[in-house]
């Protein structure tokens, strides 16, 4: 992503997610608030493209589950989630340069568990439907 294509994003209201871990190396991801759980996003680059030169499969699922994680947690006020199930979707093909975004929505929420689905658009194309249930630590810090 360019200095220019960061600017207009924080510039939409849009944060980068501070992460030192596995989204360092394939990030940055943004966040964006709104009334509900909001929306989460990842710039499609040249080190993102698959042997055919569209966005990595794995990409996408990599921004499915982290949206739906964070989701889960503030939708739950639990300090960590883990995945337990997540079924992924893909409907088209995402392209290099296309800002992918994800806005997640919980379904249902109980004592341990917290039921999620996302869409995955890049420019207005939806490009995945995931669904994720994530467990509810108790204690974790």
Not at 63 to 81: E, F, K, P, T
Not at 115 to 137: P, Q
Request: a positive charge.
């Amino acid at each position: 992503m360019t200095d220019a294509g960061a600017r207009k994003l924080a510039k939409d209201g849009w944060t980068i997610v501070e992460d030192d871990g596995f989204l360092n190396l394939v990030g940055p991801l943004w966040h964006r608030p709104n009334d509900a759980t909001g929306e989460y996003a990842i710039a499609a680059q040249p080190k993102h493209k698959n042997r055919r030169g569209f966005v990595q499969g794995g990409l996408l699922m990599t921004l499915a589950d982290r949206s739906l994680g964070m989701a889960a947690r503030q939708g739950s006020g639990a300090s960590a989630v883990v995945t337990i199930q997540m079924d992924t979707h893909f409907i088209d093909a995402a392209k290099i340069g296309e800002l992918l975004i994800s806005t997640p929505r919980v379904v249902r929420s109980t004592r341990t568990l917290i039921f999620l689905n996302t869409e995955l658009t890049a420019d207005g194309r939806c490009v995945v439907m995931a669904s994720g249930v994530f467990k509810i630590m108790k204690g974790a810090g």
